[in-house]
């Protein structure tokens, strides 16, 4: 991959191609490119350059991200009260050491204070000082589904933030800054609802079995078959929880001797399977490609450690939207890698699938890429489709072989059929298939993609 220069535009601001091998801003983010001015045109078209030439055609469409930078003052301001607060935190344990001031929290047991300290790490120093005094800020009851707005039950504290009493008063209509539901589905009326209920007098609410056993219901098989359409794949397998999806099936994929190269953003379940898996793991700048090929190259040359065998398998991991920077994966990037080195790719869309793409279809989607360079596709209910669980989705071999490996598909309960039900409502919705024109709103414009 060849290095190439950055732009600079006229106002100041930096605006760098999102090539391997170009100069990136931190972690390889493209920035600022939003405004549609005419030195953000000249960037837009080396970008298309870029992508169709670096990818062998696969994508064609000018890739913009843009961040907010957070503001000088903000910042030093916001380190100058942490830094005051841990002060007075430190002055504040003082006093509680010696009894002068009372402690509401967790600590060490008269009994117990020869053994090693269990409450003295940092968490415990923060959450003391500093999380206490401000926890209300954020941190309230809710009292209704999570809709774009919601109820909050009132409530008061009497010794700033150690207890709360509730007065009994609801706050109406406040907008709801931190629910996933995006496309407004987890409602408690309306057809999803209604469908789920329908289902829940039919076949109850516990399946009190895995699918393995005696829990293998029509629906079950309805849903899968319904996602693998939806994603326009071979084959698809549901799972109960998301987070159990990602950490219970990596371990059946991949193993010891195999080398798994991970973003250094990945969501806690995809570490966690990773490190339950055995293999070995090597992180990569989250969605920087120079820093992903350095280390497919180094795994392809020098192989395992010590013995120099070449490793059994590599597998990518990645996200399709990182959920805490709202960064998408630059998947034709990844993909080209991928099949260069001759490693497979494990894409969650936990955040993408339903939101992103002119059909919701995730960030596959998005790019207008196909489905099955993408080696195993995973996906959560949870967001999109307001109800829980998970999926994979890919070929069907590697299907029939999870339905036999994977813990959570031999060992766990199989999915409620309200949830399923509501999963099959809402995305046929989003796919136009349950009579109505609902789903259309979803769906993106192509003419507008360009300009997201
Ligand atoms: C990227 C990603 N994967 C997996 C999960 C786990 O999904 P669930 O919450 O459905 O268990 C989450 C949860 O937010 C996530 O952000």
């Excluded at 930078?69 to 916001?78: D, E, G, I």
């Excluded at 600590?107 to 415990?124: A, I, S, T």
């Excluded at 020098?302 to 709202?326: A, C, D, F």
Aim: charged share 20%; net charge neutral; with cysteine.
């Amino acid at each position: 991959m060849t290095e190439s220069s950055a732009n600079k535009p006229a106002n100041g601001e930096v605006c760098h191609r999102t090539t391997n091998g170009v100069k990136p801003c931190r972690n390889g983010f493209v920035k600022n490119h939003y405004q549609q001015q005419q030195h953000q045109k000249s960037c837009y078209l080396e970008e298309k350059v870029y992508h169709i030439a670096s990818n062998g055609g696969l994508y064609s469409r000018p890739f913009l991200e843009s961040f907010e930078q957070t503001p000088m003052l903000v910042a030093v301001l916001t380190y100058m009260g942490y830094g005051i607060l841990t002060i007075f935190g430190y002055l504040r344990d003082f006093l509680r050491d010696w009894k002068i001031e009372k402690c509401h929290i967790a600590r060490e047991r008269e009994e117990q204070k020869d053994f090693v300290p269990l409450y003295q790490d940092f968490e415990n120093f923060y959450t003391r000082n500093l999380y206490m005094r401000i926890r209300d800020s954020w941190n309230r009851p809710i009292c209704s589904v999570p809709g774009a707005k919601v109820d909050l039950v009132e409530r008061a504290s009497p010794d700033y933030n150690w207890t709360f009493e509730y007065t009994g008063r609801v706050v109406r209509d406040v907008i709801n800054m931190g629910s996933y539901n995006y496309l407004g589905f987890a409602e408690n009326k309306g057809m999803c609802a209604e469908s789920a209920a329908t289902v829940t007098e039919c076949y109850g609410v516990g399946v009190a079995s895995t699918r393995q056993e005696m829990g293998n219901l029509d629906r079950h098989r309805d849903l899968e078959e319904l996602v693998a359409r939806f994603l326009g794949v071979e084959s698809a397998m549901a799972f109960g929880m998301g987070f159990a999806t990602n950490s219970m099936n990596i371990p059946a994929i991949i193993g010891k001797g195999s080398l798994i190269l991970s973003d250094e953003l990945n969501h806690a379940s995809l570490v966690l399977g990773a490190r339950l898996s055995g293999a070995t793991i090597r992180v990569f700048k989250h969605n920087n490609m120079q820093s992903l090929e350095k280390l497919l190259r180094d795994a392809i040359i020098h192989g395992q450690p010590r013995t120099h065998r070449p490793w059994r398998k590599i597998l990518i991991v990645v996200e399709g939207i990182y959920s805490m920077e709202g960064s998408i994966v630059r998947l034709p990037e990844v993909i080209a890698l991928k099949k260069r080195y001759k490693a497979y790719l494990y894409l969650d869309e936990a955040h993408s699938i339903g939101a992103l793409g002119p059909q919701g279809r995730g960030v596959v989607d998005y790019f207008g890429l196909d489905p099955r360079d993408v080696d195993i596709l995973m996906g959560t209910f949870t967001k999109s489709f307001g109800a829980a669980g998970g999926y994979i989705a890919g070929r069907k071999d590697l299907m029939d072989y999870l339905r036999t490996h994977s813990h959570s598909a031999v060992y766990a309960t199989s999915m409620s059929p309200p949830v399923v039900e509501q999963i099959i409502a809402s995305m046929k919705c989003i796919m136009g298939e349950d009579g109505t024109t609902i789903g259309e709103a979803f769906v993106i414009h192509p003419a507008l993609i360009s300009f997201l």
